[in-house]
């Protein structure tokens, strides 16, 4: 899928059915010599497996603390676009805009949009707002591609391969991520058996991290352990992870429910957050909260 570039001045809306997806395409049609900024809702982790980041300047919103975190507030993302395309000429990606609305409303969000649209539009840089399908409704999506209008699309016959970090070490490991890639993908989080202590290896470990990962899961706490000497603290480890996981499989059913009452917006932020497996047990009050209102 090849992603139609705004011009420069002009900003443009990506609406997908898959943010990271969509991502993947259009990071492989940027040039390593391209100025390129990222602000997005996916961690480094996720966006290291499509472009390599020491050639980007790139922004994770969230309210962890990190190296490269942006504390997700309209206000802390317009300054730092505005400061950006004072000079210069390149493109800026931004997604996570459905977040943006849960946590300050759709109105500040069409804002921004408005202010963007008129910042950028005596400069040399285009902008990309992605946006995910279902998180808007018909009319908040009118208003915001009536200031950023729709992205064009087009099939393209080229097979794109995706940076790979650690080189041909991980073949098998990417194979394997693509054969269980269709089947996970169709049903979302699914809720997988729990290895028993007898059958716990350091083969079985990687078989699950992978099969967690392909699910977007962001299970990096439980790596550490694929090097543990005593394989008791590792499926102790691991017993912690998997418990973390049933959690979040567990609240990203509720929110299919959740959905059906119309909060696409909130369903689709506390998704993200479900996958990194952090603020469960304050997700898991919200959602019932909003489910008995």
């Excluded at 480094?44 to 790139?58: A, K, S, T």
């Excluded at 269980?180 to 990687?206: H, M, V």
């Excluded at 005593?230 to 509720?254: C, G, I, M, Q």
Aim: cysteine-free; glycine content about 4%.
């Amino acid at each position: 899928m090849k992603i139609e570039i705004p011009a420069e001045g002009r900003v443009g809306s990506l609406i997908t059915d898959s943010v990271r997806e969509s991502f993947s395409h259009f990071s492989s049609q940027i040039s390593e010599s391209e100025n390129l900024i990222i602000i997005t809702r996916l961690s480094p982790r996720r966006l290291i497996r499509h472009i390599q980041l020491e050639n980007v300047d790139f922004r994770w919103l969230t309210v962890q603390e990190s190296e490269h975190s942006i504390d997700p507030s309209l206000e802390h993302v317009n300054h730092l676009v505005n400061t950006s395309i004072m000079t210069g000429n390149g493109t800026i990606w931004i997604d996570g805009l459905e977040y943006l609305a849960d946590r300050q409303g759709f109105d500040a969000v069409h804002s921004f949009v408005r202010n963007v649209v008129d910042s950028v539009g005596s400069t040399k840089w285009a902008i990309i707002l992605s946006i995910e399908n279902g998180t808007f409704n018909d009319t908040q999506l009118a208003q915001i591609t009536r200031e950023a209008a729709r992205i064009k699309r087009t099939k393209s016959s080229e097979v794109n391969e995706q940076y790979d970090p650690n080189g041909s070490n991980n073949e098998d490991e990417s194979k394997e991520i693509k054969n269980n890639d269709t089947q996970i993908k169709t049903t979302g989080l699914k809720l997988l058996t729990k290895i028993s202590k007898e059958g716990f290896t350091q083969k079985t470990l990687r078989e699950r991290i992978l099969q967690w990962r392909n699910m977007d899961l962001d299970v990096s706490i439980l790596e550490p352990a694929l090097n543990y000497q005593n394989p008791d603290d590792a499926y102790k480890l691991y017993s912690e992870v998997e418990e973390l996981v049933r959690t979040a499989v567990e609240l990203d059913a509720r929110l299919d429910i959740l959905k059906t009452k119309g909060e696409n917006a909130k369903a689709f932020a506390y998704r993200y957050r479900i996958r990194q497996l952090t603020g469960l047990d304050e997700i898991g009050r919200i959602v019932d909260t909003l489910l008995s209102e």
